[in-house]
């Protein structure tokens, strides 16, 4: 069974960058398609990023597409997301999680089967 932990979230001011990262434990981190999601304070948890088991294919919710990088080292049992040019609006839990599912269906959290337990991400004005 994998087990997904994050770190590298914290406080940062606005214009600010963080990379976020999910270490995974077990051998078949591979194997699994991987997304992150966000849920802000109030709000339901959103679709952020996804890449493929391959590390080929990857898609961003649109407003962060310019702006955060998803990728992973399979070597490693690692998946990252690079952060640049942070708002305020970016402040929320961040999860990864992970999926042995189709990747047609990445952008659905329904489609994941296992979840980090989050780390917070507080970007200042």
């Known amino acids: 069974q994998v087990q997904l932990v994050e770190s590298g979230g914290g406080l940062v001011q606005s214009g600010g960058s963080l990379r976020l990262s999910c270490a995974a434990s077990?051998?078949?981190?591979?194997?699994?398609?991987m997304a992150w999601f966000r849920q802000a304070p109030g709000k339901e948890r959103e679709f952020v990023a996804a890449i493929d088991w391959r590390g080929s294919s990857t898609d961003y919710e649109d407003s962060v597409k310019d702006q955060f990088t998803i990728s992973r080292d399979n070597a490693k049992s690692t998946l990252y997301l690079q952060m640049n040019s942070l708002k305020p609006e970016d402040t929320a839990v961040y999860y990864c999680?992970?999926?042995?599912?189709?990747?047609?269906?990445?952008?659905?959290?329904?489609?994941?089967?296992?979840w980090g337990q989050g780390t917070q991400v507080t970007v200042s004005s």
């Open positions: 999680a992970a999926s042995a599912r189709d990747f047609v269906a990445r952008r659905s959290d329904l489609q994941y089967d296992l």
């Open positions: 077990g051998r078949t981190f591979r194997f699994f398609h």
